[in-house]
Nanobody, 109 residues
Framework: QVQVVESGGGLVQPGGSLRLSCVVSGRTIRGKAIVWYRQAPGKEREWVVGSWMGSDFADSVKGRIRISRDNDKNAVYLQMNNLKPEDTATYYC?????WGQGTQVTVSS
């Protein structure tokens, strides 16, 4: 059984940073893509970074986020810097169509 767990969200002031984690259990992430999405209340889901065919970043976050992978921990990390109020959303990672419950990021002004 595959399980995806996002964590690391929280409340941060504009200009602050957070490190989000996506840990997968039940299946190795090696050779598999993980895609990050976010969804703000009342808004459509937005793609942030990653794809099955390659890797890219949304224009809204380019230059402010970095992604890394730890195969030993079966985890992917999303380092977000210089956060803006518009980054406020629930962040989800998608591992081969398996989703977690998301982690809430709130950037206050």
């Amino acid at each position: 059984q595959v399980q995806v767990v996002e964590s690391g969200g929280g409340l941060v002031q504009p200009g602050g940073s957070l490190r989000l984690s996506c840990v997968v259990s039940g299946r190795t992430i090696r050779g598999k893509a993980i895609v990050w999405y976010r969804q703000a209340p009342g808004k459509e889901r937005e793609w942030v970074v990653g794809s099955w065919m390659g890797s890219d970043f949304a224009d809204s976050v380019k230059g402010r986020i970095r992604i890394s992978r730890d195969n030993d921990k079966n985890a992917v990390y999303l380092q977000m810097n210089n956060l803006k109020p518009e980054d406020t959303a629930t962040y989800y990672c998608d591992f081969d169509n398996y989703w977690g419950q998301g982690t809430q990021v709130t950037v206050s002004s």
